[in-house]
């Protein structure tokens, strides 16, 4: 299994905005070409304008072709524009992780 970490921060005070942003016009997409998400959180401490997800995939090979289907669904541009103009994002960082040996991941 292969997980990408991502956590993104937002502006102060535009959280809810871009989360609903989001919800109305990112998350189908992202869940028809990704499948379901395996997390994804808002923080409720520490940087409260901060929200992590996770996808799983079987390997960087499956990886690569979501993603690539993610990239060229018109809907998925349409979202990226909407977000970018917005602007409520600061930063983002993404992780890929691989499950330690003694740990199996519920699928």
Same mark, same amino acid.
């Given at each position: 299994?292969?997980?990408?970490?991502?956590? @993104?921060?937002?502006?102060?005070?535009?959280?809810? $905005?871009?989360? +609903? %942003?989001? /919800?109305?016009?990112?998350?189908?997409?992202?869940?028809?070409?990704?499948?379901?998400?395996?997390?994804?959180?808002?923080?409720?401490?520490?940087?409260?304008?901060?929200?992590?997800?996770?996808?799983? @995939?079987?390997?960087?090979?499956?990886?690569?072709? $979501?993603?690539? +289907? %993610?990239? /060229?669904?018109?809907?998925?541009?349409?979202?990226?524009?909407?977000?970018?103009?917005?602007?409520?994002?600061?930063?983002?960082?993404?992780?890929?992780?691989?499950?330690?040996?003694?740990?199996?991941?519920?699928?």
């Amino acid at each position: 299994m292969l997980y990408d970490l991502r956590t @993104y921060t937002c502006i102060p005070g535009t959280i809810k $905005k871009h989360l +609903a %942003l989001y /919800a109305e016009h990112g998350f189908d997409i992202q869940r028809r070409h990704l499948g379901e998400p395996a997390l994804y959180m808002q923080t409720e401490t520490g940087d409260v304008n901060s929200y992590v997800h996770i996808w799983a @995939y079987n390997d960087a090979a499956d990886r690569a072709a $979501k993603r690539a +289907a %993610l990239q /060229a669904d018109p809907a998925w541009a349409t979202y990226l524009k909407l977000s970018a103009e917005a602007g409520y994002l600061m930063s983002q960082t993404n992780r890929l992780m691989t499950p330690v040996s003694f740990f199996k991941p519920q699928r």
